[in-house]
T-cell receptor, first 111, second 118 residues
Framework: DQQVKQNSPSLSVQEGRISILNCDYT??????FLWYKKYPAEGPTFLIS?????DKNEDGRFTVFLNKSAKHLSLHIVPSQPGDSAVYFC??????????FGTGTSLTVIP | EAQVTQNPRYLITVTGKKLTVTCSQN?????MSWYRQDPGLGLRQIYY???????DKGDVPEGYKVSRKEKRNFPLILESPSPNQTSLYFC?????????????????FGPGTRLTVL
């Protein structure tokens, strides 16, 4: 059973606007969450992460929000750029040993 | 250049013919892991290793073996491949096993190995 879910397979956003990618999880033991970005024919690359002791982490145009009570996290990209077009994976771990990834959301930023 | 390398990048084989996909990292990372990516299923962890001679099953270990004899290498072995192991495989490494703060726990992924089992 999928412990990390990304219910939106795809998302299209105009350049300059905000992109919001969502992720839900079921395991309350998860204490560390990450977002990875993947271009075609390449491996995923780390984007941003958040510990369960925080509810927000920001890095430049990227902000991750964590709502532990709802078991939900989201990635905000502001402003969105065409180079952000990629597949975004949400991932979670408990005690940092085993990682669970979502199914990915394909983001297209339209110029 | 810091990197994770995988070989081969593409492989077509037949059912039952043993194969090994190599993974090597040059960052002196302790943690290494193998994932498979399938449509609609995302990335699923096959095996991981916390350090030399320490390996553990991930979410989908059936049909796979790994070994960690050296810190830099973490080969994935398919003793008797079957068509349901046709997938895109990624190796990854990180400095430590994870947990806050994030600066030491970024996983670096290799470029992927596309395996087809006929």
């Amino acid at each position: 059973d999928q412990q990390v879910k990304q219910n939106s397979p795809s998302l299209s956003v105009q350049e300059g606007r905000i992109s919001i990618l969502n992720c839900d999880y079921t395991n309350s033991m998860f204490d560390y969450f990450l977002w990875y970005k993947k271009y075609p024919a390449e491996g995923p690359t780390f984007l941003i992460s958040i510990s369960s002791i925080k509810d927000k982490n920001e890095d430049g145009r990227f902000t991750v929000f964590l709502n532990k009570s709802a078991k939900h996290l989201s990635l905000h990209i502001v402003p969105s750029q065409p180079g952000d077009s990629a597949v975004y994976f949400c991932a979670a771990s408990a005690v940092g040993n085993q990682f669970y990834f979502g199914t990915g959301t394909s983001l297209t930023v339209i110029p | 250049e810091a990197q994770v390398t995988q070989n081969p990048r593409y492989l077509i084989t037949v059912t039952g013919k043993k194969l090994t996909v190599t993974c090597s990292q040059n960052m002196n990372h302790e943690y290494m892991s193998w994932y498979r990516q399938d449509p609609g299923l995302g990335l699923r962890q096959i095996y991981y290793s916390m350090n030399v001679e320490v390996t553990d099953k991930g979410d989908v270990p059936e049909g796979y073996k790994v070994s960690r004899k050296e810190k830099r290498n973490f080969p994935l072995i398919l003793e008797s491949p079957s068509p349901n192991q046709t997938s895109l495989y990624f190796c990854a490494s990180s400095l430590s096993s994870g947990g806050p703060p994030p600066s030491t726990d970024t996983q670096y992924f290799g470029p992927g190995t596309r395996l087809t089992v006929l």
